[in-house]
């Protein structure tokens, strides 16, 4: 598909043709403006791209009283695709930036990211493409694809890679297991497990939803959970208060070094950007909605988007007051905060969080399914095929985990989480800003408002990837010890 045949459609305002042409997209009958917006864009009519072509008994299912079509349903299964274990490293970052400089980066992030997800929205509902990388073949080319694929999938293997490296830690603090037939043991059940709900959410997608509810409901009480520990922590007399004037700006990085104070920021933004990369999952779940209209999506995005808001401020600043010394990571295992929770309750609170962690991994899975599915071809793929690639994925993803913990003595120097933080929030910009903004951008034109804003964003955050990666690179070789002391 050439440029030019792109770039003479006008698909943010299209004529109100598209529903009248036996699409699965409805009009809004209670809404005549809406209607208006309806997509009759000629390239998008091809039989070929089929991709938003699906029955509606598909997602009809209820769960709880919830519809896997519906608007609540979508709602839930953004928010759960949005919020990862991510979050809980943002508390030690504003322990290290301090209160004001976190808060400023954190908002001036939330906004972007606000802007990309609502262009990309807006860019589904006018072409009704149900999947990133399907997208980015048509309107950019193959090898776009290929950059696409290779960044999802480093940023959502790192991300499973340490869901199930903490779920590892956790299991093995509540049975208390050594050695390496209990270890096979572990991984030989953990991995069926996996497989078995990674089939399930590919090959049963219209369950997605139950899936949403379980993981929002385990995150819940875990949220909880840190809250009740953070009161009752600071009630007690050795707890010193944090909200001191020292802790507004960049209490523990020095003040003296302009460039190491740059470098800092930089890792923080891509941080929150790395924590916000859902861009690749929100195509294939607003798929799943029985009517895909401009209006349903922005209140999907609206309201999911203050939810992940919401919960990621509460765990930074509950988090942050929690204890004297932050951890690097929330909820690590034997961590400081697991000594404020009571013996009967701590058991529990460890359960919750295994079984928020397992959720998250189909679900990032859906990202890697939608990257073979288009690099190789839907018609190529059956069962036993897909069966193979799944036992592959997590089987790899697990001999990481096993590695890095059976080598964390000798890599102790090497913080090897913060390192694919650092490519995952690089990977991240490329995901959340450069392809959504080139996609719209390749189909709508450089002159528009959006595109031009769309530009600035993506090159602020390109170079800011770039530094941050850069940064975390040279502070493992070096040392963070050496690094400061260079600075001071």
């Not at 079509?69 to 759960?80: E, F, K, M, P, Q």
């Not at 020095?254 to 890792?267: A, D, G, M, V």
């Not at 859902?278 to 779940?285: E, I, K, R, V």
């Not at 930074?316 to 010394?325: A, E, H």
Request: hydrophobic content about 45%; proline content about 2%; charged content about 15%.
């Amino acid at each position: 598909m050439s440029e030019n045949k792109i770039l003479q459609f006008n698909i943010e305002n299209p004529p109100n043709l598209y529903a009248n042409r036996g699409s699965n997209f409805s009009l809004d009958t209670d809404n005549p403006e809406e209607n208006s917006r309806i997509n009759d864009n000629i390239i998008f009519q091809e039989d070929s791209l089929d991709i938003g072509k699906r029955k509606k008994s598909a997602y009809s299912k209820a769960y709880c009283g919830i519809r896997g079509d519906s608007v609540l349903s979508g709602i839930l299964n953004v928010t759960v695709s949005a919020i990862g274990g991510g979050c809980f490293s943002y508390p030690y970052m504003m322990y290290q930036g301090g209160i004001l400089v976190i808060l400023f980066i954190f908002l001036f992030v939330t906004a972007c990211i606000y802007y990309s997800i609502d262009l990309l929205r807006s860019f589904v509902v006018d072409t009704k493409y149900f999947s990133f990388a399907l997208m980015t073949e048509t309107i950019l080319g193959t090898k776009w694809l290929k950059t696409y694929a290779f960044c999802s999938f480093v940023i959502y293997v790192s991300m499973v890679i340490n869901y199930l490296s903490s779920i590892y830690m956790y299991t093995k603090g509540i049975f208390g297991f050594e050695g390496l037939l209990p270890n096979i043991f572990y991984f030989l059940i953990t991995i069926i497990i996996e497989i078995i709900i990674c089939i399930y959410i590919s090959k049963l997608s219209n369950m997605m939803h139950f899936l949403s509810i379980v993981s929002i409901a385990s995150l819940s009480l875990i949220i909880l959970g840190l809250i009740i520990i953070s009161i009752i922590a600071n009630t007690q007399d050795e707890h010193v208060n944090k909200f001191i004037y020292k802790n507004l700006f960049f209490p523990n990085i020095n003040p003296n070094i302009f460039s190491h104070k740059l470098l800092k920021i930089s890792s923080f933004i891509t941080s929150f950007v790395y924590g916000y990369s859902y861009h690749s999952t929100l195509p294939t779940l607003l798929g799943h909605l029985n009517n895909v209209n401009n209006s349903n999506t922005r209140k999907i995005h609206l309201i999911s988007f203050s939810i992940v808001v919401f919960t990621y401020m509460t765990v930074t600043f509950f988090g942050f007051i929690l204890d004297n010394d932050v951890p690097i990571k929330l909820f690590q295992e034997n961590g400081k905060e697991f000594n404020e929770i009571s013996e009967t309750f701590k058991t529990p609170f460890k359960i919750a969080l295994i079984i928020y962690l397992l959720t998250l991994v189909p679900i990032r899975f859906i990202v890697i399914r939608d990257n073979y599915v288009t690099l190789i071809g839907k018609k190529k793929i059956n069962f036993l095929s897909e069966l193979v690639i799944i036992i592959i994925f997590i089987f790899i993803s697990n001999i990481f985990v096993y590695g890095i913990s059976t080598f964390q003595t000798i890599i102790q120097n090497w913080d090897v989480s913060e390192l694919i933080q650092a490519f995952g929030g690089m990977f991240g910009v490329i995901i959340s800003f450069c392809l959504p903004v080139i996609n719209y951008v390749s189909v709508n034109g450089k002159r528009k408002l959006k595109s031009i804003i769309g530009y600035l964003i993506t090159g602020f955050f390109v170079i800011v990837g770039f530094l941050s990666l850069s940064y975390t690179i040279y502070k493992i070789i070096i040392g963070e010890d050496k690094t400061e002391e260079s600075s001071s």
